[in-house]
């Protein structure tokens, strides 16, 4: 498949195994709404949290690097934290462009916490990379940190994106544990380390038996392609250019369409599974 786009249009890549990074592509659309997006979900291959950092470095560079080929991004948003925090070096080493990740909001949320106890929720395949720990000792070493992953609120955020009923049972069996003790009372911030989890917002404070606020990085990931297009984006084109996700896996069916429709990209296209 040759894709053509006019060469003076910017162009980023965003990529996830599903339509966590939809998240994020709404916060960089809000910041740069002249920016032409495509999106990439390997649906193949989730969920990324129950893989291992080995499949995960062998996988990635090997499918993004002709997609990239392909696609001619300007810049690459690796919007999945577990993706992120295993296998960004190598993806970096595979391209010739820039790549941005996601990091978990471990900084902002210690900042903002008043009871200094703050609670990290994503993929199982996050919450146990060193590189977690490693993001506490730097930046919340003075809070109490409580860790928690889980596929299930993956599952439901793939389910509310497709128009399907959304399990509150399913939620706060995954959410209400988080809360439980001494230390899950004063928890006054909870890390959003999963991008699909921000789709979720309003079902996971419902499902909480107490107020939090709720931080993730998208807003920041924006900020930083905003710095890195910064002058490619003195000038941009208006051109009229048709945003397209790009699918690895199954037939699309017509929910899935909707779904990044509804996030502007009203082209959808299935690609052989990788």
């Known amino acids: 498949m040759t894709l053509f786009r006019p060469q003076s249009a910017q162009h980023i890549l965003v ?13 960089i659309r809000a910041v740069l709404p002249d920016l032409h997006q ?44 577990t993706a992120s925090t295993t296998a960004l070096p190598s993806i970096r080493a ?11 909001a471990i900084k902002p949320a210690a900042a903002i916490s008043k009871t200094k106890t703050i609670a990290v ?33 993956v599952e439901e955020a793939e389910r509310k994106l497709r128009g399907l009923p959304v399990d509150m049972t399913r939620i706060r069996a995954e959410i209400v544990p988080l809360f439980d003790g001494p230390s899950g009372a004063n928890i006054d911030a ?29 807003e920041a990931v924006a900020r930083r392609v905003k710095s890195l297009l910064r002058a490619k984006l003195e000038s941009p084109s208006h051109a009229p250019i048709e945003e397209t996700a790009f699918l690895i896996g199954p037939d699309i069916d017509p929910a899935r369409r909707a779904t990044f429709a509804n996030y502007g990209f009203n082209r959808v296209v299935s690609l052989s599974t990788v």
């Open 190 to 218: 909870v890390v959003l380390a999963c991008t699909h989890f921000p789709l979720l917002r309003d079902e996971l404070q419902a499902a909480a038996n107490q107020p939090v606020t709720w931080v993730d990085s998208g």
């Open 94 to 104: 595979a391209l010739d462009i820039p790549v941005v990740g996601v990091v978990p």
């Open 15 to 27: 990529f996830d195994s599903g339509v966590g990074g939809l998240s994020v592509s709404r916060e």
């Open 38 to 81: 495509s999106y990439l979900a390997d649906d193949a291959f989730r969920p990324y949290g129950e893989k291992t950092e080995e499949q995960l470095r062998a996988r990635l560079p090997e499918l993004l690097a002709p997609i990239c080929a392909m696609l001619s991004p300007d810049i690459v948003v690796i919007a999945c934290n």
């Open 121 to 153: 929720l994503g993929t199982p395949g996050t919450v146990r990379r060193a590189y977690v720990d490693t993001l506490i000792d730097q930046y919340a070493s003075d809070c109490v940190v409580r860790l928690r992953g889980s596929v299930s609120l």
